[in-house]
């Protein structure tokens, strides 16, 4: 699985050379938590999942068990930050050791490259062996901790602050669309020169990029609002302005103290190994989400999985450099929900297996059945 640069463009690894077409998995982000989420694995594969059940909890010593908040706690519980950001990351990691365990899944041998939605990176980088699963679940912890501690003193100062989603009709008009708010944001509304100068609580940034239609903005409401009128009046747009369930602004310079927490624990050493937090190449290719390009080096890793807590999440344009570059064929989404397996498969418009690739999402034990079954069908498929 050593990874070499040709080059062009475009990156190999050993596992490419294989006959079978190129394949990425890809993993979560927040919001797709739900409680009992892991009861389908527990019954259906109790020797792998209860194990790795009891060391979550180990990790995360915590009353209640953090288990027992995803098993069978209320939601408002499993759906506060810092408890949704380790649950959904561990979920990702056991599907994917379920993979793995129970139906073979060689990872090195059949997949060439993982990513995952903001929260959704740590799984990915523990799948292509940068992280350890240890670690990231601390480190998840300690970042959904820092991130629900911003949003409380954010909205000491700032009253109402979260996400909103807007979603273009016109899928023409998506550049357009950012190129305006960039142009709002930056000039701070003529208060003054640049954003720079505002406060963070002042400032809206463009959260992610999630598809050629859709994007989410992060702040304050108030500042949103105001965005969105002036977008309206003079922009001459009118995308559908959708509130997120999540009274935090994520990807905004108010989470700037959840960066620094980010970047001081991958400056520590593994709990793991002892070595550094941080392995490099790993067995896969990383897809970043600050730059939609791959992580070059380790430093790499550690700056841009910091630099995620305020920067936008590239999603669209890291599936469109899979899907047009690097001429990926198979998307393995692992993990609850099925909101990435929506926005990739739209974006390389498939749906679960087509002639020679596929989009699945593994979010039970049957859909684990028809990926596996998936991928033996593409395997004798060969590069496009």
Same mark, same amino acid.
């Given at each position: 699985?050593?990874l070499r640069w040709?080059?062009n @463009?475009?990156?190999?690894t050993?596992?490419?050379?294989k ?6 998995i &890809?993993?979560p982000g927040?919001g /797709?938590?739900?409680?009992g ?5 527990l019954?259906?594969f109790?020797?792998?999942a ?23 706690g ?9 408890? @949704?950001?380790?649950a ?16 073979g ?7 060439d490259?993982?990513?995952? !939605?903001?929260?959704g990176? &740590? ?20 970042r959904?901790?820092a ?6 003193e ?6 109402d602050?979260?996400?909103?989603a807007l ?8 550049k357009?669309l ?16 640049s ?12 959260a $992610?990029?999630n598809?050629r $239609? ?15 009128? $002036? ?6 747009h009118?995308?559908r ?9 994520? !990807? ?6 959840a960066?620094? @927490?980010?970047?001081?624990?991958? @400056?520590?050493?593994?709990? /793991?190994?002892g070595?550094?937090m941080?392995? &490099? ?7 970043? $989400?600050i730059?939609?390009?791959?992580f070059?080096?380790?430093a790499d ?6 630099r995620q807590?305020v920067?936008t999440?590239q999603?669209?344009?890291?599936v ?17 929900g ?11 418009g498939?749906?679960g297996?087509g ?6 999402g ?7 059945e ?9 395997e ?5």
């Open positions: 699985g050593q040709s080059s @463009s475009t990156v190999e050993k596992a490419s050379s006959k079978r077409p190129r394949t990425a &890809f993993f927040q /797709v938590q739900r409680v989420m892991l009861q389908p694995w019954s259906t109790p020797r792998t209860q194990p790795f059940l009891d060391e979550l909890d180990a990790l995360l010593p915590m009353t209640p068990s953090l288990t027992s908040i995803i098993q069978s209320s939601n408002a519980t499993l759906t506060a930050t810092a408890n @949704s950001q380790p959904i990351m561990a979920t990702s990691v056991l599907i994917l050791r379920i993979l793995q365990q129970e139906f899944l060689d990872l090195p041998g059949r997949v490259f993982t990513l995952g !939605h903001s929260l990176e &740590f799984a990915a980088l523990v799948a292509g062996g940068y992280l350890a699963y240890a670690d990231a679940v601390k480190m998840v912890r300690a959904g901790e991130m629900a501690a911003c949003s409380v954010a909205r000491k100062v700032a009253g602050v979260g996400m909103v979603v273009c009709e016109d899928e023409g008009r998506m357009d950012i190129r305006d708010i960039t142009e709002f944001v930056t000039a701070g509304q003529g208060k003054s020169d954003a720079e100068d505002l406060a963070p609580v002042q400032q809206v940034l463009i $992610n990029v598809s $239609n859709q994007i989410v903005l992060s702040g304050t409401i108030e500042r949103i609002r105001a965005l969105l009128t $002036n977008l309206r009046q003079f922009g001459g009118d995308p302005a959708v509130r997120l369930k999540s009274d935090s602004p994520f !990807h905004s310079p108010m989470m700037a103290p960066e620094k @927490s980010v970047r001081k624990l991958l @400056s520590e050493k593994s709990c /793991v190994t070595g550094d941080v392995a &490099f190449p790993g067995d896969l290719i990383a897809i970043s $989400n730059t939609a390009q791959p070059r080096s380790k890793v550690e700056d841009l999985l910091a807590c920067e999440v999603w669209w344009e890291s469109r450099y899979l899907d047009r570059e690097e001429k990926v064929r198979r998307w393995i989404g692992v993990g609850p099925k909101v990435g397996r929506n926005l990739v498969g739209k974006e390389v498939m749906k297996a002639k020679g690739g596929g989009v699945w593994i979010t039970s034990p049957k859909e684990a028809e990926c596996m079954r998936g991928l033996e069908q593409t004798e498929a060969g590069e496009e």
